[in-house]
């Protein structure tokens, strides 16, 4: 992604991101603490909503046509969360799933009333 793409993503919110360009994924989980990893897929067991989030954690999506690799499913399959589906629907579209499930992890984080930054 260039600067213009990257600051489309970000609108509004761009000037409160922090955020970090990573060359794979094993780098990326040099940086994260891996039980705090959350896999939002159509294979997740537990429904999204019975995670307890914490400040620290990780919510990873995958793509919208291919969703998450089978290796990191496989990998962390305790941390595999889904969002409930209804009829015929197959998925859901990625930016729906994102602010379904980063509003979900906002929304038990803030309870206490405190003011929650979010990081990206």
């Not at 919110?13 to 891996?34: F, N, R």
């Not at 089978?70 to 889904?82: G, I, K, M, N, W």
Request: glycine fraction near 8%; proline fraction near 3%.
């Amino acid at each position: 992604m260039d600067e213009k793409q990257l600051q489309r993503a970000g609108l509004d919110y761009w000037q409160h991101l922090s955020w970090e360009a990573v060359d794979c994924w094993e780098h990326m989980l040099q940086k994260v603490d891996p039980s705090r990893l959350w896999l939002f897929t159509k294979f997740g067991t537990q429904c999204y909503t019975q995670v307890s989030y914490r400040r620290g954690d990780w919510l990873l999506f995958g793509s919208e046509t291919s969703g998450l690799p089978a290796t990191l499913r496989e990998s962390f399959s305790s941390q595999c969360v889904r969002l409930p589906m209804i009829g015929p629907v197959r998925s859901l579209n990625l930016a729906v799933s994102v602010g379904v499930g980063v509003y979900e992890a906002y929304r038990q984080i803030s309870a206490d009333g405190s003011n929650l930054a979010l990081e990206a």
